[in-house]
C-alpha cells in the first residue's frame, strides 16, 4: 500500500500543479474583463460578435476556447463607456479580433498598445482618434455617428511570405499587430542579422554550456555541503 501512495503522490503533485497554474492564469488574463463595471450587451457589436462566434461572455470580454485543451481565450473586448482617457497596456487580450473603445474621453493611445494584436480586425474609436498604425494599416476606415471604424487589419509584410524589405537579407517578415512586425532567419540561416548559413550549431553552443553549469554545480555542492563529524564505532555499556 505504501508503495501504490508513493506512485501516486507524483501524479498529484503535477495535477494540482497544472490546476494552479491554469487557475492563476485564468485569473492574470481574465482581469481586464473587469477593468471597468457592466458586462458585454447582447445588442453591442461585440455581443453580436460573440454571439456569432459561439463564444461566451464574461464582464467585458467575450471568450472562446478552440478545442478542449487550450483555456479559453479573449476574442473580443468592449471597454465603451468606461472613462478612458489613456490606453497604454491592453496586451492580456492580445488575441482579441474585435475590440471597442468608442464613447471614452480618450487623450492618448500608445504606440505599442496593440502590438502583438495579429488577429485584431475590427476596431471602434472615438472619431477623433485615428486607427492604431495609421490608416494604411487597415483595409477600410469610416467614421460615423461619432465613431471610428477601422476594419480589415493589413498584413504589414508582404502578402508572399517571402524576403521582405523590412527585414534584413536571408530572413522572413511576420506581421505583429497594426504596422508591427517581426523577423525571423530563414530556413539554414542563423546568428546575428542571420548572416550565418548552415544548421545553427546546437553541440557547440549548449555542450560547453552545460559542461561549465555541470562543473560549477559540482564545487558548489563540495564546498557548501555540512562538514561531517567522525563516527565512532564500538559497543557502549549499558546501552
Known sequence: MK???SQLKPAVLILVFNLCFYGSYQV????????????????TAVGRFCSSSAGRIEGRCCLRNDNTSDPEHIIGLDLSYCSLTHVEDL???STAVMIDLSLNPIVNISEAAFQGFIELNYMILPEDIFCPGGNTSWEKVEVNKGNRFCEGQKDTCNQTGQLSMNCPENSLCASYGPSFFECSCADTYHGYKCLREGEFPLLQVFAPLGA???????????TQRPP???????SFPGL
Open 3 to 5: 508503495a501504490g501512495c
Open 212 to 222: 561549465s553549469t555541470f562543473v560549477m554545480s559540482l564545487l558548489l555542492w563540495l
Open 91 to 93: 496586451h492580456r487580450a
Open 228 to 234: 561531517q563529524g567522525p563516527r565512532c564505532r564500538g
Open 28 to 43: 492574470t488574463d481574465l482581469q481586464i474583463c473587469e477593468l471597468c463595471s457592466g458586462a458585454v450587451l447582447n445588442g
